[in-house]
C-alpha cells in the first residue's frame, strides 16, 4: 500500500511563472497547481501562493508567462520555489547563470519545453477564491511556442532528487 496521500499519487508536470509589476521588474516562481480547464479559448487554472512576489506582480499586471520546465531544469527549482523575490532577486541569479532569453518581452528559461503568454482573471466565486495559501486566476492563453523538446520535470522527479517530500 502506498504511503502517498491521494493528492500526492499524481506525478503534476512542474511549471514556472514569470511575471512582472509592468514597470520592468520580473520575478520567477514554481507552480505546479495549474490545470488547462477550456479548449476554446484555450484557458488555465492557476493557483498562485500567497505573500508572494508573483502574487503582488500578478495583482498589479495581470499578463505573466507559465512556462513547462525541462526535466534536467529540477536544480533551478529550490531558487525558484524556496526562495522568496521579496527577499532576493531571483532573475539576476538567473541571468549570472546565462538560463534567460527574451520571448514577448518577457524573460524567459531558455531550457524550458515551451513557454505561454497567459492574461489571469482573478475568480470571483467567494468560496473559491478565498483559499487558506493560493489565490486562484483563470487564464487566457494568449500566445504560445515550443521551445525544446525532451521530458518534462514532474514531482517525481524532484522526489528523486530530494527537493520534495513524498
Not at 49 to 70: D, E
Not at 109 to 118: C, F, T, Y
Not at 135 to 162: F, M, P, Q, S, W
Amino acid at each position: 500500500m502506498t504511503r502517498k496521500k491521494p493528492w500526492n499519487r499524481i506525478n503534476l508536470p512542474v511549471y514556472s511563472i514569470c511575471s512582472t509589476d509592468g514597470n520592468g521588474n520580473y520575478n520567477m516562481h514554481i507552480i505546479t497547481y495549474t490545470q488547462a480547464v477550456s479548449m476554446q479559448p484555450k484557458q488555465f487554472i492557476c493557483a498562485i501562493y500567497k505573500n508572494t512576489k508573483t502574487l503582488s506582480n500578478i495583482q498589479s499586471y495581470p499578463h505573466f508567462v507559465l512556462q513547462l520546465l525541462h526535466a534536467g531544469q529540477y536544480n533551478i527549482v529550490t531558487l525558484l520555489g524556496k526562495e522568496s523575490g521579496n527577499q532576493i532577486n531571483k532573475m539576476a541569479r538567473l541571468q549570472k547563470r546565462k538560463l534567460l532569453t527574451e520571448w514577448n518581452g518577457f524573460p524567459v528559461l531558455k531550457d524550458s519545453l515551451a513557454v505561454m503568454e497567459m492574461k489571469a482573471f482573478p475568480l470571483q466565486v467567494h468560496s473559491v477564491q478565498e483559499q487558506p495559501d493560493h489565490v486562484l486566476y483563470l487564464c487566457d492563453v494568449i500566445d504560445y511556442i515550443n521551445l525544446n523538446e525532451g521530458e518534462a520535470l514532474t514531482l517525481d522527479i524532484l522526489r528523486e532528487h530530494k527537493i520534495i517530500r513524498i
